[in-house]
């Protein structure tokens, strides 16, 4: 395949290099555009054509609906690896060893104690705050608690703010929810594993002893590993845009938790469950909603459904549905619910308007049956997905540092008014 490509403009050829990536993907670098033209720049409204990076953490085949993190596979690190390795593998580039593991584990324990005046803070919020809004402000606000997390010049510092967010994170998540709840709030027990942990942090009520539940921390695992790196998508392109101009990692993640919180994002997964429960409400007639997001006269969408990048099955919806039918079965819930959503799947599959345009169930279609399942409220089912993102917005955010990623500063097209005379109040009309 060619190793050139080239542009006419203004009479003039002008050569630019073909780039590969080791899939074989393929890139166009116009580095020099502007300079070879005399100024003329691209125009990709939603970056649908646009390489923002080179990145080795996460290979993704939209086509093919295949997904791997650092090379493998995401369905054996779903079937075989713990959210902790993965975290790991996502950061650092390799799974770790039972030593590196280990220490990583004790790191992250070690920092996951969060300054008090923190729950002052967490206390002034209303309690119908919704909680991606309160999560995004205490990641912003452990900036300041944290001064030192801010300026990573070197590894070092680099490595104990990576694993201070990792022990922290969970501990704002759980609080979050508890406000929300009337629990009182919880910072679990370091001695269980990273998963267990913030699972009892969750969910141990004062006055019982919690056990856990081995369906449920499987879910839970894989839920987060599923979710943990998706290359560049919104809230990631956010992390490494926001950290590009060398704020520190907590600002630039507390921007993720923002980006992630959109319906057409992370937001989905809260925005399936509510639209499920409408068709259930309106009596579970299917085709009136399937032929509601087909108008183009009705802002319906169906929610959970269609990807920027995946046009064939999202391969984490695959396992997620599979988990979805486990843990219900094993918890003994029958949730009518998921046979709406079953049904919109089938009836979608089949129907020419979302076959056309390839439009498949993504993670967020299933995955909300399963917190629900959970006893997680509905509002909270995008901290979960934060949660799970974590890791890859720190190894991208990580990545886009050590390689010395210039300021990202987009350009534009101007279609404004050209220039005109300032007329002074008294004569304007
Ligand atoms: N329901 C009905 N029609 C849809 C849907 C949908 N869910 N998604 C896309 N379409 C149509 C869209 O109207 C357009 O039709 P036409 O070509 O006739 O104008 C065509 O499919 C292409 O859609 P698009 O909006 O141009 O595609 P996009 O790549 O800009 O958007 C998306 C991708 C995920 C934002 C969109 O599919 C969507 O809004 N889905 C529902 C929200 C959702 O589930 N989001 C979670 C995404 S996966 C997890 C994550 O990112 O966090």
Redesign the pocket.
Known sequence: MADKAYLEFDGERHEFPVIRGSEDEVGINIKTLRSVTGGAITLDP?FKNTGACESGITFLDGEKGILRYRGYSIEELAEKADFLEVAYLLIFGNLPTKEELKKFGIDIASHSMVDEDVKKILDAFPKAAHPMGVLSSLTSALTAFNPSSVDVSSEEAMYNAIVRILGKMPVLVSWTMRKKMGLPLDYGDTSLGYVENLMTKMFRKPNEEYVINPVILNALDKLLILHADHEQ??STSTVRIVGSSHAGLFASLSAGISA?WG????G?NQAVIEMLEAIKEDGGDTKKYMAK??D?NDPF????????VYKNFDPRARIIKEAADEVLHDLGIEDPILDIAKGLEQEALSDEYFVK?K?YP???FYSGIIYRAMGIPIDMFTVMFTLGRLPGWIAQWKEMRLRKEPIGRPRQIYTGENFRPFVALKDRT
């Not at 319906?263 to 992370?266: A, I, M, Y």
């Not at 969408?301 to 920027?308: E, N, Q, S, T, V």
């Open positions: 939603g998508n919104c992630l319906p057409l994002h992370g989905a997001a087909k183009k969408r169906l929610m959970g459904f269609g990807h920027r345009r439009l993504n993670v967020d």
